[in-house]
T-cell receptor, first 114, second 111 residues
Framework: DAKTTQPNSMESNEEEPVHLPCNHS???????IHWYRQLPSQGPEYVIH???SNVNNRMASLAIAEDRKSSTLILHRATLRDAAVYYC???????????????FGKGTKLTVNP | NAGVTQTPKFQVLKTGQSMTLQCAQD?????MSWYRQDPGMGLRLIHY???????DQGEVPNGYNVSRSTTEDFPLRLLSAAPSQTSVYFC??????????FGQGTRLTVV
């Protein structure tokens, strides 16, 4: 499985934008970039995913570098509820499509200050 | 619509005891998985299933058994619990081209 690298922790202030980086220099052409987050004492929840183009949904935006070796999850206005561990995961839909496995790293712990 | 339901939420076992962690889903998803999460770590895949009657091993399968007799249920069995199996266990489901949905977790302590 291709590996991702994320900072261990980041800090933000409430109502400010947050940019969470992820490096994936060994990404293959068929790897999708997925982001999940895990709120304290809860199971992970899906945030967003993309392949090549930038993506937006109600929770966040995903900016993907042109060479796809890095991506950034953008929370436009952080709230206290966004304090969580954010995981950047690569998923190969070709070879992993039958197993649907997700390989989690340690993620980035986001602290949001009031 | 309950989604993914894990029971129990908490459990304390003595070394050598056996138990089954239950996972049930009402979304008719074909894929189900079990992960464990140790303190400060990401989730690691234990076993997974791509449909009723089909299971396979993940990254850390030793000490755990699974079966998938129905689409809805995917129990995880610990035949002889060890302190190294103290962890938080998460069940997840998904179908093709959707995100994964996780349960709330079972916190297991083996003493």
């Amino acid at each position: 499985d291709a590996k991702t690298t994320q900072p261990n922790s980041m800090e933000s202030n409430e109502e400010e934008p947050v940019h969470l980086p992820c490096n994936h220099s060994t990404i293959s052409g068929t790897d999708y970039i997925h982001w999940y987050r895990q709120l304290p004492s809860q199971g992970p929840e899906y945030v967003i995913h993309g392949l090549t183009s930038n993506v937006n949904n109600r929770m966040a935006s995903l900016a993907i570098a042109e060479d796809r070796k890095s991506s950034t999850l953008i929370l436009h206005r952080a709230t206290l509820r966004d304090a969580a561990v954010y995981y950047c995961i690569l998923r190969d839909v070709i070879t992993q499509g039958g197993s649907e496995k997700l390989v989690f790293g340690k993620g980035t712990k986001l602290t949001v200050n009031p | 619509n309950a989604g993914v339901t894990q029971t129990p939420k908490f459990q304390v076992l003595k070394t050598g005891q056996s138990m089954t962690l239950q996972c049930a889903q009402d979304m008719n998803h074909e894929y189900m998985s079990w992960y464990r999460q140790d303190p400060g770590m990401g989730l690691r895949l234990i076993h997974y299933s791509v449909g009723a009657g089909i299971t396979d091993q993940g990254e850390v399968p030793n000490g755990y058994n699974v079966s998938r007799s129905t689409t809805e249920d995917f129990p995880l069995r610990l035949l002889s619990a060890a302190p190294s199996q103290t962890s938080v266990y998460f069940c997840a489901t998904k179908t093709v081209n959707t995100e994964a949905f996780f349960g709330q977790g079972t916190r297991l302590t083996v003493v």
